[in-house]
């Protein structure tokens, strides 16, 4: 095994544990790990990282279905739009995607490329997002305004389905802030849709002949290996330190994608 694989397979590791820890956050690395650790193209970069990420959430939400955290009539709200945005996504947008995705006189922007760019766009709002640790006051009603939560789970379905990452850092403010739920409960309902999401994306690649499906369930081992980890330690390590921490090394991810992709081109 080469060192890079090695390398890959232990931030595998360190992104379910991200996951377990803090209920979100680390799905946001594994495009980055497939590409520049695995050497993998970005389009199916994407779709193992949808295979992947569904996994490590789906093992992460049987734990708060148990704690019965999960609000279920929130989560079909939210979800059954979303669902629908990612698998059409999946399915159609991104093999109907040009390569160049855009050209200008003797420039072009190559498929691939641009996926990597708006990939670091939403790493690094994704990064605000955890440095900054915004405080999302509880609204006054606790009514659930599910028609705004459908618009939003079309906006996310369609981010999840285009780049392969979970959305959980867009997810969690929604959940709170539209459906009224506690925080605890928002990342918890926020995990298991993401699980499905990205599952229902997933199923829009099955077409593909290209799928490595050994190499994918290694992956996924040491994923959720993280967090089954992660789980058992967030009696003990307050995420709000780790999700700062790790929110710089999303940045720091997102500052090296967009330099070796201007130098390449």
Sequence with gaps: MESAELIGYVAAIVAGLVIGLAG???????????????????????AYSLFVVGTTSLVGSIGYAVKKQIDFTVTAAFAIPSFLSVFLSRR????????????????????????????AFVMIMAAQAM??????EQPETVRPRFGLLALDGLGVGLLTGTIGAGGGFLIVPMLVLLAGLPMHRAVATSVLIIAVNSFVGFSGDLHRTDLDWRFLIEFTAFSVSGIILGIYLARFVPPAQLKRGF????????????????IKS
């Excluded at 979100?24 to 994407?46: D, E, H, K, R």
């Excluded at 159609?92 to 922007?109: T, Y």
């Excluded at 929110?247 to 201007?262: C, R, S």
């Design 131 to 136: 440095l900054r640790q915004p405080v999302l």
């Design 24 to 46: 979100g956050g680390g799905s946001i690395l594994t495009v980055p790990i497939f590409v520049y650790l695995f050497q993998i193209p970005p389009v199916l970069a994407t």
């Design 247 to 262: 929110g710089g090394l999303v940045l720091a991810v997102a500052v090296y994608m967009l330099i070796n992709e201007l």
């Design 92 to 119: 159609f947008l991104v093999p109907a995607l040009p390569d160049p995705l855009l050209q200008i006189g003797s420039w072009a922007l190559p498929r691939n490329e641009a996926i990597l760019y708006f990939f």
